[in-house]
C-alpha cells in the first residue's frame, strides 16, 4: 500500500512559515507527519532535516533529534496520561533535554507555559480531566516549547478543540512563528483555520499533491478541479440554507 | 495505603468478606509457627479421633493431629501458590509489557516463545520432571517449574492492553518528552495492565494450587513436607473415607475452597479499585 | 408554520450520579430544558464539549442507564402521548414503536452494521418485522436504496467493503425505511470527509423532505447547522441558552455566548483576527451558580451570578436566556 507516493516540497531555514498540509481522510497527510517526525522510514526518497536525512540521523542520535523537531497531536485530552500529573511531562521534557540546569527546570516550563498563556501555577500538581480541551492543548503546545524545537509538526491540533476556542490556538502558532521563529507544519482537513494563519499550502490527496502554492492565492483561487471541489464543500455560517432551498425548488 | 484499606473495608462488601476469609487462611499458617508437634513425626496422639475438644478436627490414622497439621499444609501450600505466581506474573508482565511496545522482530520472538509453552501440554511435562529429577524434586523446584509454565497466557493479554496502551497519544508524547521505554513501561503503562495483573494473579494461585493438589495426591510430589494435596494423598492411602475418618478430609478441603473464595473476593474488589475507570471517576475525571 | 408539535420536552433534568468508595459525584448534565420539535422540520441542537447535548438526546431517547439518572420533567412524543418520557415506557411500547416511528442515525455507522452480517440481512434485521411481508419487502428495500443514491448490490456487500461515506448512507436508509415520524441523528456526518458530508447532508434534507419526517439533529458543527437546520437551540453548560430559526440565530443572534460562537468562526477569505473567548467552559460537576456563562461573559451584570435567566420569547419563535438582553428589551 502506497499512502503517501512522490511528494516533494522543502522549507529554508532561516524564514520561519506556517505550511499547511490539507487533505482529508487517506490522503496521506498523517503519514507524511510521522516519516518527518522520524516514525516511519520512507521506503524511497529522502527527507533531509538540516542537511541531514531523517532516518539516518534518528538511527545515529534519536534523542537530539527530539529536541529540534516536537509533536502535537489531535486530542487534548489523550496527550497526556490521564492517570499522571500533567506537569510531569513538561517537567520531564525540559530535565531530558538539557536545556535547563537542575535548578531552571521550573523556570523553563513556567516560561513556556507564559508562552502559550498559561502559567506554571495553573497547571502544577493537576490531572488531564481538571483542565479543559481548549487548556490541554495549550499545555501540549507548551511542552513542545520546552526543549526549545526548529520544527514543529502538528496533526490536527485543533479538530478536537471546541469551536470557539479553536481560533486562540490556531492564532498561537502564527504567534510562535513570529516570536520564536519556529517553523511549523500545520497539518488538517479544515480550510477555514488554514486559510488563517498558513503562509504556503499543499493540498494532497490519495497520496499525492494537488495543488501547492501561497495560502491565500490558492484558497482564494484553487485551480486544479479537486481543490475546488475542497472548497466548495465548506460549509460555513454563510451556507445558510444551501440545502433547504434545493428542496424546495424541486417542490 | 491505610486509608484505601479504610476505603475499600469500609465500601465494599466483597472486599469485607475476603478479607476475612484469608484471615482466617493467615491465622492458621501462622499458627503452625507454635504447634506442639513437628509436621512429620507420625504417631504422637492416639490414631483416628473424631474431633473433640483435645483435638478440634480429630486425628489422623497416622497418629497426627488434623488441626496442627493443616496448620503446615496450609503454610506451605499457600507460599507455593504466592511464588507461583510472582514469579510468573513477572515473567508475562515484563513479556507482555515489551512485547506488545516495542512490536516488530522482538514482538515476533517473544510471542513465538510464548504460543509455544501455551500449546505444550502441562501435565505430562510435569510428570515427565517428577520422573527425571525424582528425589531432587522439592516444592521450591516445581513452584520454578511451574511458573516458567504458566506465564504465557496473561503474557498475551498483557501484550494486547500495551499494543493498544502504545497506539495512544500520550505514549508518543511520552517518548518525545525524553523518557526511556523502562520509563514509559513502568510509569505510563503498568498502571494500565494491573487490573489484569491482579485478577490474574489470583487465577494463577488458583491453578498453581490445584495442580499441586492433584500431584500430591497422585503422589507425584515430594510427599513428606505437609502441603493440602500431601495430606489428602496420606488420606486416601488410608482410604479415609471408607474408613469414616471424614475430618481427615473434609478440612483441608474446607480450608483450601476458603482460600480460593477469600483470592477471588479480594481480586474482585481490589480490581473495581484500581480499575483506571473507577479511579478516574473518584478524581472526578468519569463525567466528561 | 404552527404544526403541533411532535417532540415536546418540558423542564427535563438529568444527571449523572456516581457513587464509588465514599466518593460521591452529582454532575447536572441536562438543567431544565424545555423545547418542541415540530412536524416536518430539521431541529438542530448545538453546543460544544460538556454541554450536556449528548445527555440531552439519551435522555430523550430513552437510552438511561447508570450513572445517568432522570431527574425530572417530561419528554413526550405525539405517537406515545400517554408516556411522560421513553425512559418510563414499557419495553414492549419502546420496540413497537422503534425505528416504525422513531429512529436513530449515530456518528460510528460501524456500530449499527453487523460486520459479518451481509448489508441485505442487517435490513431483514430491521426491518421486515414492521413492514410484512417477504415478497415485496425486496422491491422496498430496493426502492428506498434508490432513494438515498445506493445501487441495490450493496445488499450483497459486507459493511467494511463499502465506504465510509457509504456505510453512513446505509445506516441513513435503515434509519428511514420504516418511514419513521422522528429521527434522532447525533453528529452523523462529524467523522466523514467534507465532501462526502456535503452529499450526505443533501440527501438527508430531500430525504425528510419526501417523507415529511421530523429530525432532531445534533452536531457541534455550525457549519452543518446553517447548512441544513430550520431551528436551532444553542446549549451551553446543560442548558439551552438561545432558540431560533436558524437564519435568525445567524444574522442576528441575541444571547453574548452564540455570537461569540459565531463570530469566533474562521472564514476563507476574511483574514481579520478572529476573538476567542476567554476563561473555559464550566465544569459540570461544580458548575457556577446563576447564569453558568457569567465567568466569561463581556456583558455579565450582578444579577447574572446570583440568578439563573429564564428563556424568554423576546421575537416570534425567537427565546433567549439572558438578565442582559431581556432587559434592554424591555
Known amino acids: 500500500m502506497t499512502a503517501v507516493d512522490d511528494v516533494s516540497f522543502s522549507m529554508v531555514a532561516d524564514a520561519p512559515e506556517v505550511l499547511t498540509i490539507i487533505g ?81 527546570v521550573e523556570r523553563v516550563c513556567d ?24 487548556q490541554l492543548q495549550r499545555a501540549a503546545i507548551a511542552r513542545a516549547l520546552v526543549s526549545r524545537p526548529r520544527l514543529i509538526v502538528a496533526d490536527e491540533p485543533v479538530s478536537m478543540v471546541d469551536a470557539s476556542l479553536r481560533m486562540s490556538i490556531v492564532n498561537l502558532f502564527s504567534r510562535l512563528k513570529r516570536e520564536f521563529g519556529l517553523t511549523i507544519i500545520y497539518i488538517t482537513h479544515d480550510l477555514a483555520t488554514a486559510y488563517h494563519i498558513s503562509d504556503r499550502l499543499i493540498i494532497m490527496r490519495r497520496g499525492q499533491i494537488v495543488e501547492t502554492g501561497e495560502a491565500r492565492g490558492v484558497l482564494s483561487a484553487p485551480k486544479h478541479p479537486y481543490s475546488q471541489m475542497l472548497k466548495d464543500a465548506v460549509l460555513t455560517p454563510d451556507s445558510a440554507g444551501i440545502f433547504r432551498s434545493s428542496v424546495q425548488s424541486r417542490l | 495505603m491505610g486509608a484505601i484499606l479504610k476505603d475499600l ?55 497426627q493431629d488434623v488441626f496442627w497439621q493443616l496448620t503446615f499444609a496450609i503454610r506451605n501450600t499457600l507460599a507455593f501458590g504466592v511464588l507461583v505466581a510472582m514469579l510468573s506474573r513477572v515473567l508475562s508482565l515484563s513479556i507482555g509489557l515489551l512485547a506488545g511496545y516495542k512490536g516488530g522482530w522482538i514482538d515476533r520472538i517473544l510471542m513465538s516463545v510464548n504460543d509455544t509453552f501455551i500449546v505444550i501440554p502441562l501435565f505430562p511435562i510435569l510428570i515427565l520432571f517428577y520422573f527425571v529429577l525424582r528425589d531432587s524434586m522439592s516444592t521450591l523446584l516445581l513452584a520454578v517449574i511451574m511458573a516458567c509454565l504458566g506465564w504465557a497466557y496473561d503474557a498475551r493479554l498483557i501484550r494486547s492492553v500495551a499494543m493498544s496502551l502504545k497506539a495512544r497519544e500520550f505514549t508518543q508524547v511520552s517518548i518525545y518528552s525524553g523518557m526511556t521505554t523502562r520509563e514509559i513501561l513502568v510509569r505510563e503503562h503498568l498502571p494500565y495492565v494491573m487490573p489484569i495483573v491482579f485478577s490474574t494473579t489470583m487465577n494463577n494461585m488458583n491453578w498453581s494450587i490445584g495442580l ?70 473518584r478524581m472526578g475525571g468519569g463525567a466528561r | 408554520m404552527s404544526a403541533a408539535p411532535i417532540l415536546q420536552v418540558r423542564n427535563l433534568r438529568a444527571a449523572f450520579r456516581t457513587h464509588h468508595f465514599g466518593v460521591r459525584r452529582d454532575v447536572p448534565a441536562v438543567d431544565d430544558i424545555s423545547f418542541d420539535v415540530r412536524a416536518n422540520e430539521i431541529y438542530g441542537l448545538a453546543g460544544e ?45 419502546v420496540a413497537a414503536i422503534r425505528w416504525s416511528k422513531l429512529a436513530y442515525i449515530m456518528q460510528g455507522s460501524m456500530n449499527v452494521l453487523n460486520p459479518v452480517r451481509r448489508i441485505g440481512k442487517t435490513f431483514e434485521d430491521f426491518a421486515l418485522r414492521h413492514i410484512g411481508s417477504a415478497g415485496d419487502f425486496q422491491q422496498r428495500v430496493e426502492a428506498h436504496l434508490q432513494r438515498v443514491r445506493l445501487e441495490p448490490s450493496v445488499l450483497r456487500s459486507y459493511p467494511h467493503e463499502l465506504s465510509g461515506g457509504m456505510r453512513q448512507r446505509v445506516t441513513i436508509a435503515l434509519a428511514t425505511i420504516c418511514a419513521p415520524d422522528f ?73 453574548p455566548y452564540t455570537r461569540h460562537l459565531i463570530a469566533s468562526l474562521p472564514r476563507i477569505g476574511d483574514r481579520s483576527e478572529r476573538k476567542s473567548l476567554t476563561g473555559v467552559p464550566p465544569n459540570l460537576a461544580n458548575a457556577p451558580p446563576g447564569c453558568r456563562f457569567h465567568p466569561r461573559c463581556p456583558l455579565a451584570v450582578d444579577i447574572c451570578r446570583v440568578q439563573a435567566p429564564a428563556m424568554t420569547e423576546l421575537a416570534t419563535q425567537h427565546r433567549v436566556a439572558c438578565h442582559v438582553v431581556t432587559g434592554e428589551a424591555a
Not at chain 2, 475476603?18 to 493467615?26: D, K, W
Request: aromatic fraction near 8%; proline fraction near 6%; hydrophobic fraction near 50%.
Open chain 1, 111 to 134: 516560561e513556556a507555559l507564559g508562552a502559550v498563556g498559561l502559567s506554571l501555577a495553573e497547571v502544577r500538581g493537576r490531572f488531564p480531566h481538571e483542565l479543559s480541551g481548549g
Open chain 3, 49 to 93: 464539549s460538556s454541554s450536556g447535548k449528548t445527555t440531552l438526546i439519551k435522555t430523550i431517547a430513552g437510552v438511561i442507564k447508570p450513572p445517568l439518572e432522570l431527574v425530572g420533567g417530561s419528554a413526550r412524543f405525539a405517537f406515545l402521548p400517554d408516556c411522560e418520557s421513553l425512559a418510563q415506557a414499557s419495553p414492549a411500547a
Open chain 3, 183 to 255: 429521527i434522532i441523528a447525533d453528529e452523523p456526518t462529524t467523522a466523514l470527509d467534507v465532501i462526502v458530508q456535503k452529499d450526505v447532508l443533501a440527501m438527508m434534507r430531500d430525504i425528510q423532505g419526501a417523507m415529511g419526517a421530523s429530525i432532531l439533529f445534533v452536531t457541534h458543527d455550525m457549519g452543518v447547522h446553517a447548512a441544513l437546520t430550520d431551528r436551532l437551540g444553542i446549549m451551553y453548560a446543560g442548558r439551552l441558552v438561545e432558540e431560533a430559526p436558524t437564519d435568525v440565530i445567524f444574522r442576528g443572534a441575541l444571547h
Open chain 2, 9 to 63: 473495608l469500609k465500601y465494599n462488601i466483597e472486599f469485607r468478606v475476603g478479607s476475612m476469609l484469608i484471615a482466617i487462611v493467615l491465622v492458621m499458617s501462622a499458627l503452625s509457627f507454635v504447634s506442639p508437634y513437628p509436621p512429620s513425626d507420625t504417631f504422637v496422639v492416639a490414631p483416628d479421633a473424631p474431633p473433640s475438644a483435645a483435638h478440634w478436627f480429630g486425628t489422623t490414622s497416622r497418629g
Open chain 1, 24 to 104: 482529508e481522510s487517506g490522503s496521506g497527510k498523517s503519514t507524511l507527519a510521522r516519516m518527518i517526525l522520524g516514525i516511519h522510514a520512507p521506503s524511497s526518497g529522502r527527507i533531509v532535516f538540516e542537511g541531514e536525512e531523517v532516518s539516518a540521523r534518528v538511527a545515529r542520535d534519536r534523542h537530539a533529534f527530539m529536541a529540534k523537531v516536537q509533536p502535537i497531536f489531535q486530542n487534548p485530552f489523550e496527550s497526556f496520561n490521564p492517570l499522571k500529573k500533567l506537569d510531569r511531562y513538561l517537567f520531564m521534557t525540559a530535565e531530558r533535554f538539557g536545556r535547563a540546569g537542575r535548578g531552571n
Open chain 2, 212 to 281: 499441586e493438589v492433584t500431584l500430591a495426591v497422585l503422589g507425584f510430589m515430594d510427599i513428606n513436607s505437609p502441603t493440602i494435596g500431601g495430606m489428602l494423598y496420606w488420606a486416601n492411602q488410608h482410604t479415609a473415607v471408607v474408613a469414616g475418618i471424614w475430618w481427615w478430609i473434609a478440612f483441608p478441603i474446607a480450608l483450601v475452597v476458603a482460600a480460593f473464595v477469600g483470592l477471588f473476593l479480594l481480586a474482585v474488589s481490589m480490581n473495581e479499585y484500581i480499575d483506571p475507570r473507577s479511579r478516574l471517576a
